[in-house]
């Protein structure tokens, strides 16, 4: 604050102390007047100078500290939002991005920080020019207030230039969605099929067709804006020309002398300097957008918390009574007319063909999103109705596309029950998932891209991904759902997997999801999803002998594995 108050009025100090230079030099040659005046202005120019080396810094932590606040709001936000619809709408990522600045685009500066700072920058700027225009009020008020309207008004035309340049870049969000996708993907995302399908060229197309769509009508309106600008060069010159003209008519007039013209014509330039739209200008305008953004997600979102309901003991009894569910915006639902009952303890296997709605039902059953019809119910109380996070304490959840946490081991296993973190525990849930002889110790991060990290192979992840919902099984989590547990697994973990897993799983209602029928063979139940509900119900030996799709599944697998062998 004080070191930007200072920078203020240097345009009048240096006014002032050549003007006083100048009078002092006419006076009496080079004396010790002159000398002190002589040394007032250099003092002013080097403080212009070496100003900047602790301002820079300083607005730029200060914006980054805003930014901070900002980011940790917004992920508090992101993080409190119970389900996931909201999270997955296009018009919330779009808002999120710009919050955070999260660089999409090039060179794009949206923050609250830059917004901040930059209207700091613009206030003090402000007051330069009127500290300035106070000076050549002492010659002519009327120069100094039109001066100050005119460079004003010249400001106002350049911001509503930039404010429609801004508005052409926010215009095509799809188009910086596609060009920041592309660059990611090309560089990390893809970087193995970039090189092995030779796709750099194919990358390259894209990322310059996505560019070019977003940047177009920008570089139009730039073009035009530049076209307009005549007047506005007319108005600057017409300003600068009456801040010349007017002390050198009074001199001539034998009402100033030349000091007094210096001190009045630097003034004078110093109320103008207002005029300039500097990147502070653009700092606001940017980091504006991305403070509305913050302010409609909060308006919006702010109040969406999980309500606190009521808790259900044991392992319960879960109904899905004639579910209806449709993803946002899709036109076709994925569940219609879902009902299944999971009775505590069985071990529930759910197949199906490939989009049948199996992980959506687990989804679901997560409270992860509501049925736009039918309900779920937990001891015959309705989901909507119980304590969501407690809920969730109550689940252990083996996604198809688990999350390898850039963790050490022992965290990629303690994650799904942090509320417990007993190494024996961890070895043991490693020991039941086929771990325990991983290629690192509890404490290897497994992060290659970290110090020390390692990766593992895909089934050794799976393993380990397993070995977390184990933990959270022996911590007291009564519903184990495993989506596709086995994919990655070789033949004689897939082999051992019922004895090794499911068998030892007690007091546990077990959802079992997977294309392998021979992992759903020894289920309780198995039921078959089929045009968004169940088709089929019963033991592997009862479905066999329906004759249905199951029966026709297993065939196939069946006869495919005995074709393989030798
Ligand atoms: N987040 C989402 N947004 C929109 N549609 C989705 C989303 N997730 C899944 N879908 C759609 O819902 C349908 C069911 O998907 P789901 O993942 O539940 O199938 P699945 O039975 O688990 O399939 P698979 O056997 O291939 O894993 C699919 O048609 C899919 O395209």
Redesign the pocket.
């Known amino acids: 604050m004080l070191l930007q108050l200072a920078r203020a009025a240097i345009p009048t100090l240096r006014a002032l102390s050549v003007g006083w230079l100048v009078a002092s030099l006419g006076s009496a040659g080079l004396d010790q007047r002159a000398l002190v005046a002589a040394g007032l202005v250099a003092g002013v120019f080097l403080f212009d100078q070496l100003i900047w080396l602790v301002l820079t810094p300083v607005t730029v932590l200060a914006g980054k500290r805003i930014d901070g606040g900002q980011r940790a709001r917004l992920r508090a936000l992101a993080i409190r939002l119970p389900g996931?619809d909201r999270l997955?709408s296009q018009t919330f990522q779009d808002r999120a991005s710009r919050a955070v600045d999260s660089g999409m685009g090039i060179a794009r500066e949206r923050s609250a920080g830059t917004a901040v700072t930059g209207q700091a920058e613009l206030i003090f700027r402000m007051v330069s020019a009127f500290a300035a225009a106070g000076l050549l009020a002492v010659f002519e008020p009327a120069l100094a207030v039109g001066l100050l309207v005119v460079s004003l008004v010249i400001r106002a035309i350049l911001r509503r230039q930039w404010l429609r340049i801004i508005d052409r870049l926010d215009a095509d969000t799809a188009g910086q969605r596609m060009e920041f996708y592309v660059a990611e993907l090309a560089v990390i995302g893809a970087a193995k099929d970039v090189r092995l399908f030779g796709l750099s060229d194919w990358f390259g197309g894209r990322f310059r067709a996505a560019a070019a769509r977003t940047y177009a009508p920008v570089f139009r309106e730039l073009l035009g804006v530049l076209r307009r600008q005549w007047w506005t060069a007319g108005l600057l010159v017409g300003a600068a020309t009456a801040a010349l003209a007017f002390p050198a008519a009074a001199v001539l007039d034998g009402g100033l002398d030349p000091a007094q013209l210096i001190t009045f014509v630097l003034a004078a330039f110093g109320v103008m300097a207002i005029s300039n739209m500097g990147m502070e200008a653009y700092d606001i305008e940017y980091g504006l957008r991305g403070i509305e953004a913050a302010d409609e997600l909060n308006a919006e979102h702010g109040e969406a918390v999980p309500v606190a309901g009521r808790e259900v003991p044991g392992t319960p009894t879960i109904r899905f009574e004639n579910v209806v569910f449709s993803?946002?915006?899709?036109t076709?639902p994925?569940l219609d007319g879902l009902s299944v009952t999971l009775r505590p303890g069985e071990t529930v296997a759910v197949v199906?063909?490939?989009?049948?709605?199996?992980?959506?039902?687990?989804?679901l059953l997560g409270g992860l999103y509501r049925p736009d019809s039918g309900r779920i119910t937990v001891d015959g109380i309705d989901l909507a109705d119980l304590d969501l996070l407690a809920w969730r304490r109550r689940l252990a959840v083996l996604f198809?596309d688990f999350v390898r946490y850039p963790a050490s081991l022992r965290d990629n296993v303690t994650f799904a029950a942090p509320e417990q973190s007993n190494d024996d525990a961890v070895l043991d849930a490693l020991d039941r998932a086929g771990s325990s002889d991983l290629p690192a110790g509890l404490d290897t991060s497994l992060w290659r891209e970290g110090a020390d990290g390692t990766d593992l192979s895909g089934g050794q992840w799976q393993r380990v991904a397993l070995a977390r919902v184990l933990f959270a099984v022996a911590a007291g989590r009564r519903v184990l759902v495993l989506?596709?547990p086995t994919a990655h697994l070789d033949i004689r973990a897939e082999a051992e997997f019922h004895e090794r897993v499911v068998s030892r799983v007690h007091g546990t209602t077990t959802v079992l999801?997977s294309?392998r029928l021979s992992t759903v063979r020894p289920a309780d139940r198995i039921i078959l999803?089929r045009g968004g509900r169940v088709a089929e119900d019963g033991t592997h030996e009862e479905l066999l002998a329906l004759g249905g799709d199951y029966a026709r599944f297993f065939t196939v697998q069946a006869e495919t594995f005995q074709a393989d062998r030798p």
């Open positions: 996931l997955e993803y946002p915006g899709a076709r994925v199906g063909e490939n989009g049948a709605g199996k992980t959506t039902f687990v989804k198809q989506d596709e999801i294309h999803l």
